[in-house]
């Protein structure tokens, strides 16, 4: 994380821009604050934000941790209650539109194709082995290197958001 953040708690108001939501003010509130450091820590410990290095590393296991976000952030957003939000300018909202507009669009496409592919694998195949016989496994990887990075950046912005110290 960037050195010298700024804590959006001594202002009134945020400008920022996030990934799938865009441009937007915000207004710090505790409650927003505590619930947007806890999607960063979600999303910032999943394999799914780190880089997939194209010799190592499972699409399932970064698809499974892009699908277990949807789960964490219901469970935050619901611990934290209406305070978060649903409008475009809160926590909630953003988180919604992330999952909805970011992350949904890819598992929807990707993991029929790649459950598809693993209800093939033979026995005597290890899982990397099958699935580097995917098809469209470089696009497959490209399409989720390409996601990877939007998320960093709304990781960086969730970050600021909770007014992290750097």
Avoid: C
């Avoid at 509130?29 to 410990?45: F, G, K, N, V």
């Avoid at 669009?105 to 790649?114: A, D, F, N, Q």
């Amino acid at each position: 994380m960037a050195t010298g953040l700024t804590d959006p708690a001594k202002f009134k108001s945020y400008k920022f821009s996030i990934p799938f939501v865009g441009e937007l003010e915000w207004e710090p509130d505790p409650t927003q604050r505590r619930a947007a450091w806890e999607l960063y820590i979600e999303l910032i410990t999943r394999i799914s934000t780190q880089p997939l290095d194209p010799d190592r590393g499972l699409l399932r296991e970064a698809y499974n941790s892009l699908y277990s976000l949807f789960g964490s952030t219901r469970e935050i957003l619901r611990r934290h209650g209406p305070e978060v939000g649903a409008a475009r300018e809160t926590v909630g909202g953003i988180a919604i539109t992330v999952l909805n507009k970011g992350i949904r669009p890819l598992l929807s496409y990707w993991h029929p194709i790649l459950l598809d592919h693993e209800q093939l694998k033979p026995p005597s195949a290890t899982p990397r082995q099958w699935e580097r016989k995917l098809q469209d496994e470089a696009k497959a990887r490209g399409e989720l290197e390409k996601l990877r990075r939007s998320l960093e950046k709304y990781a960086t912005q969730l970050a600021k958001m909770a007014g992290a110290k750097s």
